[in-house]
């Protein structure tokens, strides 16, 4: 085989049209091995070929034989050290961390850890067995693709509405979507997909983990994977799992086809990604990539006893953001996503772990700094998900500029205020108009909160509203895994009692969570199926449900036609109503020298929230008027106009009548958009001269138009 000397950058295999550069990160291996097998199946590699070159702790070289379609791995020498970090086993074969497709997928097997499986010495004996028949492998690509006038629809923050989804599960039983290619890229990809995507009306698809990733062997054991993803091994190479193909390279041009596809009907994508740890584990983990690499360079090990790792996710271990090898890795996968698979942005799995220098969060670290000045990266989508398990690790409203996040504590708000606890009307306003607690003071817009009130991670929507508490039996963990979620649905003493009533007054509630979480200030997030009611029967950890409980049951769709349309609606209106889509936030104060302020809380006797009315603990109801977008302007520089809108929220179980107000001679009309608890009506005109009667847990959104103005005034 020939060889030349190559280059250590970049990093990984890349063919160049005529031959392939091998390049691999170690600063502390004495030799790396190239293995090249003719075959993804098997059990030995047909060539071992050493790297000789090394430049700046980079293993390289060029191979001008070397095409497209080559199969490999590594094998790295050093010392098996585990009480200095050092864990080198040269019977190990290793993933390439920058493998841009998985040509074999892993097989479970005790040969697959650098020490005895089950022996006195528990990680500290070196185990000689070799793992290649098992081991998972790389393959090279050509990753040239016809991308025609593909363009990222670069959707305003503002005008953004997410959807998250699972491939597989949105996929899988989706009628019009052909049978072979359900449960893939190409099945998200297909008419009937984008068609239902378009037809909702959402802007960008939020995707669960597509990276690389494998299933525990603990769950492997018990018959169930990783469904979610959140274990992730290669940070380049999207899952093969998720693919009708099983040629690795037309795995990769099925990924880009379906971001194509997504794009051309207007729609972003955006990549659920798990940088704050890897599938190794802990100190007792498997040997697979980055732990037979560098094990001391690739993760962040405890200052006590490098033997063992610093876990701030509880998943073993924490990759070592300080070291700039490890650092250039995220960025390199971060910018290949949007540079080579076109992707929009990213949503970044407990987020507060890479903001993690020794134990403390720093958001001034070397990873938002380089993400901040990196001129493709800084531009596009940035979602936190705020928060680790670490110390400090609850970081909601502290993230740089640039960055939105997952509000949690809007979550936890709305879900209060619809179940009825007292003392936080003031916090739920609060959210309601886009969170500026949180996220004004530093410089960052509405569109910073990412709203949600269910998630992949919990129970769905319905299940929310119907369960007292969570059944996740079918984890196999004794109801023990997942969070001790207090359920928004709690009847009390003024409770309905017949069945019938209790589950009109369900819907009801879904209702009003998503008419919430369409008509705050912010982004919103709707999770899949909730549109549809979809149930997980009350197991709110289906992380390893790769069944009927995690898939979308699209045969709901006829029964709950009528939810699904009044979701269509939400959307609709929101994205019609620039009243709702503010880049700035309300500062309550009269406007352009007018009397008028842009926004108004009232009571239901139509009088402004006094401070003792914020403080009275729970309100019975609470309204809002909002000032249509006058005052602001479009990026051209053109004022924006939007209508005047009133929302009206009743968290309490009975009717309150609710004033209007006695303005008959400024105000055209008050026209009814909906009304939570009348999901039928279509928009009405309404006598402002009558009282109107909102009842029990209920929302109604209002437009109003000024005499001789019309809408918009």
Known sequence: MRTWRGSHYPRGATFDGSGVNFALFSEHATAVELCLFDDPGDAKESQRIPLSERTYHVFHGYFPDLKPGQVYGFRVHGPYEPEAGHRFNANKLLLDPYAKAIARELAWDDSLFAYKVGGGGADMDLDERDSAAFAPLAQVVDTAFTWGDDRPPKTPWERTVIYELHVKGFTKLMPGVPEELRGTYAGLASEAAIDYLTDLGVSAIELLPIQYHIDERFLVDQGRVNYWGYNTLGFFAPSPRYCSETDPQKQLNEFKSMVRALHAAGIEVILD?????????????????????????????????ARYYMDFTGCGNTPNTRNPRVLQLMMDSLRYWVSEMHVDGFRFDLAATLGRDFREVDHRNAFFNIIHQDPVLSQVKLIAEPWDVGPGGYQVGQFPVIWTEWNGRYRDAVRRFWKGDGGLTNEFATRLAGSSDLYQDDGRRPSASINFITCHDGFSLHDLVSYDGKHNEANGENNRDGANDNNSWNCGAEGPTDDQQIIELRERQKRNFLATLLLSQGVPMLLAGDEISHSQMGNNNCYSQDNELSWLNWELIPAKEEMLAFVRKLITIRRSQPTLQRRRFFHGQPIFGTNVKDIYWLDNQFREMTAEAWHAGFAKALGVVLIGHDHETDERGN????????????????????????????????????????????????????KYVMQGRSTALFRWTMVGRGAGN
């Not at 940088?275 to 100190?283: F, I, M, S």
């Open 273 to 305: 990604v798990v940088y704050n740890h890897t599938a190794e584990g802990n100190h007792l983990g498997p040997t697979l990539s980055w732990k037979g690499i560098d094990n001391h360079s690739y993760y962040h090990l405890s200052p006590e006893n």
């Open 639 to 690: 004022p924006i106009e939007g209508d005047n809108l009133m929302l009206l929220l009743n968290a309490h179980w009975e009717p309150i009548e609710f004033n209007f107000p006695r303005v008959e001679s400024i105000v055209d009309n008050f026209e009814r958009l909906f009304d939570t608890a009348d999901p039928a009506g279509g928009p009405e005109l309404v006598d402002i001269a009558k």
